[in-house]
């Protein structure tokens, strides 16, 4: 009943301001499956993106974007639950509300516009991995596609001198990062010390928001970009928090004898400094990008209280977040070659989920990809990110992350990709983490 409501609306504004407005989207399904475990269901994922955009005038332009989304499985635990009307947990549904904000060109002076509402505003020209771009909260719900974010609720001023244009960014309300769901959430957990021998047994954590005011909850970026020998420069500045909550405290109990203990974690998010600069051209054929960040971090302290043998419960302080700064960068370059190969290769130091400088690992990625028949096939023979932990002992510390691919695109808009996710390593890092969960995709999009 919501889900027919909510179409009716959007609908009837359709039609309403039909002369005004341009509609588009996309339609998506998407399924996953272990290669191991008897062939486990792991993602059902099937969704509608609308996109609203209009230019009723010279000075304002308006666009939006909704996802009407059914995505998981049944879950469904007495016969009540099947009576719901709502019939959301027999088919899981929701709506998001992605971005929706107002242009207002020439505001004050012809060389001002500003943009105000909930916004994606992307920094940095890496691919997709971009350790300048932290003024929207990471989306990492699908570990397999990083460099998705939310929309921040924002206001944007954009004021354009001769060859330079300077940005502004204010956004009064924080938002935390979403992590990836069951299994998948161990990439992104940090290790615990344990007293000699012992073992965690039931862990519950609890999170600590900013206080909801704005002198906790506001963050705010100054961008600088011009374009210099053909090659776009920028340098920029974040204030504000990080989206990855941090361990502020850790509480284990004892529960028997052989040395098992339960954990009740608290954590927050720290606040950061980020000073930023990356830049993007070519060299002859082939495309180069480089991009950095440095982080100013203040500092954290972890309180650790575990039992002692002599005297009781203990409680020990760590340093969970130093205020030495840190740096993370990423370069790289792509080249198609005059036989139709296309290769995208990225070094990057230091991940989304990485703080600290003795905490940044190093990472490869690596993408072949060709068409074929008339650009209907694609193939992704190589498609991978390598990481290593410990150059001193590569073998025993690395994680490897990747598989084939292939598309296909029967009719225009229409791509249908199947491939597979190969997941291992060893020692304590991203992928090793996660090594036992490889699987099959099977995508279809259409956009209109």
Avoid: C
């Amino acid at each position: 009943m919501r889900l027919t409501l909510i179409l009716g609306i959007i609908l009837l504004f359709s039609f309403q301001v039909y002369a005004q407005i341009s509609l588009n989207g996309y339609l998506r399904t998407y399924n996953r499956l272990r290669l191991e475990q008897d062939g486990k269901l792991t993602w059902n994922d099937n969704m509608l993106g609308l996109k609203f955009e209009g230019t009723p005038s010279d000075n304002i332009h308006y666009y939006s974007e909704v996802r009407l989304r059914s995505f998981g499985f049944p879950d469904v635990h007495s016969t009540s639950d099947l009576q719901r009307r709502e019939k959301d947990l027999v088919q899981s549904w929701g709506l998001e509300f992605r971005e929706a904000y107002i242009d207002v060109y020439g505001f004050v002076t012809e060389d001002l516009d500003l943009r105000i509402g909930r916004q994606r505003i992307v920094w940095g020209t890496a691919d997709k991995l971009n350790p300048t771009d932290n003024l929207n909260p990471d989306d990492l719900e699908d570990i397999f596609d990083f460099g998705r974010h939310l929309g921040s609720n924002a206001i944007m001023a954009s004021y354009y001198w001769n060859d330079f244009t300077f940005y502004g960014v204010y956004i009064p309300v924080f938002t935390p990062a979403v992590f990836p769901f069951g299994e998948w959430a161990d990439a992104f957990a940090p290790p615990v010390d344990l007293p000699p021998g012992a073992q965690i047994g039931a862990f519950e954590d609890k999170i600590i928001l900013p206080e909801n005011k704005l002198s906790e909850t506001s963050s705010y970026g100054f961008k600088t970009a011009t374009n210099l020998f053909n090659y776009d420069l920028s340098l920029s500045y974040y204030y504000g928090r990080d989206d990855i909550p941090l361990f502020s405290s850790i509480n284990l109990t004892p529960v028997d004898t052989l040395g098992t203990l339960d954990a009740q974690a608290e954590l927050l998010y720290p606040r950061i400094q980020v000073v930023g600069a990356d830049l993007a051209g070519s060299i002859g054929d082939v495309g180069v990008w480089a991009e950095g960040a440095l982080f100013l971090p203040d500092k954290y302290y972890n309180n650790i209280t575990f039992p002692h043998p002599q005297y009781g419960l203990v409680t020990q302080k760590e340093i969970a977040l130093d205020d030495d700064p840190y740096l993370k960068f990423v370069v790289g370059g792509d080249y198609t070659f005059k036989n139709g190969w296309y290769v995208n290769g990225q070094y990057m130091h230091g991940f989304i989920h990485e703080r600290g400088s003795e905490n940044l690992n190093d990472y490869f990625l690596l993408r072949f990809e060709k068409k074929f028949m008339n650009d209907e096939i694609k193939i992704v023979p190589l498609g991978f990110a390598l990481s290593f932990t410990e150059w001193d002992d590569i073998e025993n510390n690395y994680g490897f992350a990747g598989g084939p691919e292939i598309n296909y695109y029967p009719v225009d808009a229409l791509e249908i990709s199947v491939g597979a996710y190969i997941i291992d390593g060893k020692g304590q890092n991203l992928f090793s983490q996660v090594k036992d969960l490889d699987e099959f995709f099977f995508k279809v999009t259409y956009d209109f």
